[in-house]
């Protein structure tokens, strides 16, 4: 059993999607296991009028749906869900934080999670704030996106700043709790035979790859007014990019991993609008087929005609000694033709064959770290093929293939949020910082792209198949996704 820290989890947002499908089935996991104290509550506040049983009942039916069969436990369930209290709470209205009060002690421990729009984010801490429930024994949490743009951004973090300090201020990107992520680090610096190749003298480019094959959902609203640019490039990429870039921290803890993947956003080169035509593709998804099975354009979905973005790509550049000239490409979309998470890394070829003379070729190594729908780890190398040579020498690309749910069969793979409400509970909270701690960037910093790509000024960009998709056929035509569904600007 963890640490008796906090007695209890203050849930805000609790009948959205994100609380059924990963918040609640995190904590029923933590609960099955052992690992939430026997008196930990949770409340449980959202605009709809429900009562306890009535949320409790739900929220019993979210666990059937979205925890996996053979974990699933009808009398745990029962017994997680008589931890939960419901509070019917409207953010905008400050007598509804007067009521909340009343049922929490902020004293004996509390922990704060917004699972909120953001555009809701100042207007809770306020109320809370105002409801004195922001003491030296409250601790928060903020899910991304934490605002729409450097502005907006800054303008939650200093409302945060006044009602809580660093050290309580826990932003959470859920991307950075899933096991294969958090194995990045360890694959990097617990192994020596990487670093010393883990630069621009060996690598030729790097791919990070987000594709979905589902489209909006229920997340029509949302998704409209953010676009894939800011719902998965500005957090979970990026966050990505940086540990894939990012120099061996002094230690592992929140401060020296926060430190160094700052310096890599740092060193992003700026894209001007005399770039955008050259490095930066967007694109909506039309209607079609996937699997056999027809889909609907994003304008149906919506049900009104949009300029969002649903695709984008990005040939990015680190300009430092590390990694200079190599490029980073980052690609995400929605209805691609297949769900596929992965950080794709080509080293350079040999300088020179010996194999040539006798017919062979070679082909640069590879490292594919599959992130979903399976988590793998996968080292593509040169061998020779079998046989006595009388015809020349044969070399073939073979794989070295980790699968981590066989590797460690032992245990349940958990939901990455179980990750981060765990330590989110606990006495200090290292591990949540160091996923979820990075702050934002100032404006001297490299990474500034959003005037470019959405709204009235943005300028118009070449297909897919004549920058990205060009580039890449020279460096690894293998790793080339479909986008039979795009249409692009």
Not at 102 to 126: N, Q, R, Y
Not at 150 to 161: F, G, K, Q, R, W
Not at 321 to 337: D, I
Not at 339 to 349: A, C, L, P, S
Request: glycine share 6%; with cysteine; net charge negative.
């Amino acid at each position: 059993m963890i640490r008796d820290k906090v007695s209890t989890l203050l849930l805000f947002g609790a009948t959205g999607d994100l609380a059924h499908r990963m918040l609640l089935p995190s904590l029923y996991g933590l609960h099955a296991d052992g690992l939430l104290p026997d008196d930990f509550q949770i409340i449980c506040t959202a605009r709809s009028e429900l009562d306890d049983e009535q949320y409790r009942a739900s929220a019993v039916e979210a666990l059937k749906e979205h925890v996996p069969a053979n974990f699933y436990d009808p009398k745990s369930a029962l017994v997680f869900s008589r931890r939960l209290t419901y509070v019917v709470l409207d953010a905008t209205k400050p007598e509804g934080f007067k009521r909340l009060a009343k049922t929490v002690d902020p004293d004996a421990g509390l922990a704060i999670f917004l699972s909120t729009a953001p555009t809701l984010f100042k207007a809770v801490i306020d109320g809370l704030e105002a409801a004195s429930l922001t003491g030296p024994r409250v601790r928060l949490a903020l899910e991304k996106p934490l605002g729409t743009d450097l502005a907006s951004s800054c303008e939650i973090n200093d409302a945060v700043a006044i009602a809580f300090p660093e050290s309580r201020t826990f932003r959470i990107d859920h991307y950075l709790g899933k096991e294969t992520v958090q194995n990045l680090l360890a694959l990097r610096f617990a192994n020596s035979m990487f670093e010393p190749l883990w630069n621009s003298a060996h690598i030729d480019h790097v791919q990070i790859t987000v594709a979905e094959s589902i489209g909006l959902e229920d997340r029509g609203a949302y998704y409209d007014g953010a676009g894939a640019l800011r719902d998965m490039v500005q957090n979970h990429m990026l966050q990505l990019l940086a540990l894939v870039a990012m120099e061996p921290p002094g230690d592992f803890n929140a401060t020296a991993v926060r430190d160094e993947k700052v310096k890599v956003l740092r060193a992003l080169r700026p894209i001007t609008p005399a770039d955008v035509e050259a490095t930066t593709v967007t694109g909506q998804y039309v209607k079609g087929a996937i699997e056999g099975q027809p889909v609907p354009a994003y304008a149906d979905e919506l049900g009104k005609e949009s300029g969002t973005e649903t695709f984008v790509a990005i040939k990015a550049f680190i300009d430092n000694w590390r990694w200079k000239g190599v490029p980073f490409y980052l690609r995400t979309g929605k209805r691609m033709p297949q769900r596929d998470t992965e950080i794709f890394i080509q080293f350079k070829d040999v300088p020179f064959s010996i194999f040539a003379s006798r017919g062979a070729t070679t082909r640069p190594n590879k490292l594919l770290i599959s992130l979903q729908p399976s988590e793998t780890i996968e080292l593509r190398l040169m061998s020779k093929t079998p046989g006595l040579d009388r015809d020349g020498v044969r070399l073939r690309e073979v794989s070295l293939d980790l699968g981590l749910a066989n590797a460690f069969s032992e245990g349940r793979r958990r939901i990455a949020y179980e990750r981060l409400l765990l330590p989110f509970s606990d006495r200090d909270g290292a591990v949540t910082h160091v996923i979820g701690s990075l702050k934002t960037i100032s404006e001297d910093g490299g990474f500034e792209i959003k005037n470019l790509m959405r709204g009235s000024d943005t300028l118009p960009v070449p297909k897919l198949r004549t920058i990205i998709d060009r580039d890449l056929f020279h460096r690894a035509p293998d790793r080339i996704p479909s986008g039979d569904l795009i249409e692009f600007s």
